[in-house]
């Protein structure tokens, strides 16, 4: 069976298999799935819909879905298991959070997925044609000259970088590029390139030169010790942790990033302990590691 859906899967372009993929998750987590959700979420008829659905299940999962009468659509059966997919909340979670994004002024859902809600920061102000070089040097493995703004000059600074990645904090964008001012691999903030950058010849500094971007840091949070037994449990439980750890990889480059959005310091304990819930508990090893790199935030 296995050798059957490698064959199948070595066949399938892109488009078809986020179908399948929306069907397995759609089904899985609503308990049903119908071509109004392909229909809705990719445009197509709903003949294709049909398709796609009879081709799941004949490539890909013959056990997985049945037709009910009742339902007008398909049911997961006993037996399901994902094939596309990993049967992780999370990747409901995502594709809520997408399906909102796509509803119109008129409050159609795109997907027909359930409603649901999302507080999300006012996004910060990028200008489509920066945008749009960084993607392009970044794809070419080209320079940019750029004009950057900081909290520092009223004046802008022009800069010559090389883009090598971009990075989505829960607040701003940043893209990680080598800067040749400063000789170093450095983050810059979307919002702050001003005017079009541009783009120039081949760059001699490649993702693989940045180091602290290519060294893989685990953060392993702990419920705060502080807490009752009770209370520990609960928030071990809330976050899923395995022997009272949650282990989040991330690479050195990051980990500011990462250890902000969950509230965190690695300086000192601010918060109470009802309040903050969670601490560090690999704290000295990360701030041993960013120390050695003169990344650690006073």
Sequence with gaps: ????????????????????????????????????????????????ASRDINA?????????????????????????????????IHEYQQLLTFNQSLVSKSNYSTLGLREVSTVTPPPRLIEPSIMRAIIRAMSDGRRLEIEYLSLNSPEPETRVIAPHSLVDTPLRWHVRAYCEKNKAYRDFVLSRFINEPDILDYSPNPLIDDDNWCTPVNLVLEADPRLSEHQKSLIERDYGMVQGELVIPSRLALINYLIDSLGLDLNSINAQANYQQICIKNLNEIRETLQSRNLLKV
């Design 56 to 88: 799941y299940l004949k490539e890909l999962a013959p056990n997985n879905l049945e037709y009910d009468m009742q339902l007008k659509g398909y049911k997961p059966t006993v037996n399901f298991q994902p094939v596309l997919t990993k049967g992780h």
């Design 1 to 48: 069976m296995i050798e059957l859906q490698q064959a199948a899967l070595a066949n399938i372009n892109k488009q078809t298999l986020l179908r399948y993929q929306l069907i397995e998750i759609i089904a899985y987590w609503e308990g049903r799935i119908t071509t109004n959700h392909l229909c809705n979420g990719f445009g197509i008829g709903r003949q294709q």
